[in-house]
């Protein structure tokens, strides 16, 4: 099955700086990559999400790019502040329908903006 | 709003017991999943169901059961609870026709297992 690597598992940076998170996938496969965001004892929630048709994608404070040659693809987040502070999750989907959709995903990194 | 709700949302319990954790949605998904979520090992999939006739194991199903009772509900069974089951579970939704392909979360079902 698909195997999602993500890294660091941890990451502090200041306010103001930018925040980049890295993920892997084994499925050359794999057209769905979305993102979460998990703040402190809330659920995750979709914040950006990219197609394999796609290479990088923007909204507003946040970008995703996608190198499917090298199956790996990234969270990139810049001008960070205190409230982006929660955990990542990055996930990428295989295309057949066996998996339901079900989105497998990395372990995780959280992120701390200090002010 | 249409939304995904989780009961109970805080459980303790004793090894050996069994317990039920329910999920329904009012979104009108045909597709939900149970993930479990421990520290440092991100969400794990432990089963999906297609719609109401369909059942499919995730990566981490042994020692978990579940039931798709109608559309908008699919329960998780520990038929006999044990400690490294202690974790954070969530059941999400999404939905096929729409085919964004992102899930939706409840807010999630703590169970600690003594």
């Known amino acids: 099955g698909e195997n999602v690597e993500q890294h660091p598992s941890t990451l502090s940076v200041q306010e103001g700086d930018s925040a980049v998170i890295k993920c892997t996938y084994s499925d050359s496969a794999s057209n769905y990559f979305p993102w979460y965001k998990q703040e402190l004892g809330k659920r995750p929630q979709l914040i950006i999400d990219i197609r394999s048709n796609v290479g990088e994608k923007k909204d507003q404070r946040i970008a995703v790019t996608l190198n499917k040659t090298a199956k790996h693809f990234s969270l990139h987040i810049t001008e960070t502040q205190p409230e982006d502070s929660a955990v990542y999750f990055c996930?990428?989907?295989?295309?057949?329908?066996?998996?339901?959709?079900?989105?497998?995903f990395g372990k995780g990194t959280s992120l701390l903006v200090t002010p | 709003d249409a939304d995904v709700t989780q009961t109970p949302r805080n459980r303790i319990t004793k090894t050996g017991k069994r317990i039920m954790l329910e999920c329904s949605q009012t979104?009108?998904?045909?597709?939900m999943y149970w993930y479990r979520q421990d520290p440092g090992l991100g969400l794990q999939l432990i089963y999906y169901?297609?719609?109401?006739?369909?059942?499919n194991k995730g990566e981490i199903s042994d020692g978990y059961s579940v039931s798709r009772q109608a559309q908008a509900k699919f329960s998780l069974s520990l038929e006999s609870a044990i400690p490294n089951q202690t974790a954070l579970y969530f059941c999400?939704?999404?939905?096929?026709?729409?085919?964004?392909?992102?899930?939706?979360f409840g807010e999630g079902s703590r169970l600690t297992v003594l």
């Open positions: 169901s297609f719609d109401v006739k369909d059942i």
């Open positions: 999400a939704t999404s939905d096929t026709l729409g085919n964004t392909g992102e899930l939706f």
């Open positions: 979104k009108g998904h045909d597709r």
């Open positions: 996930a990428a989907r295989p295309p057949n329908s066996n998996s339901g959709y079900a989105l497998n």
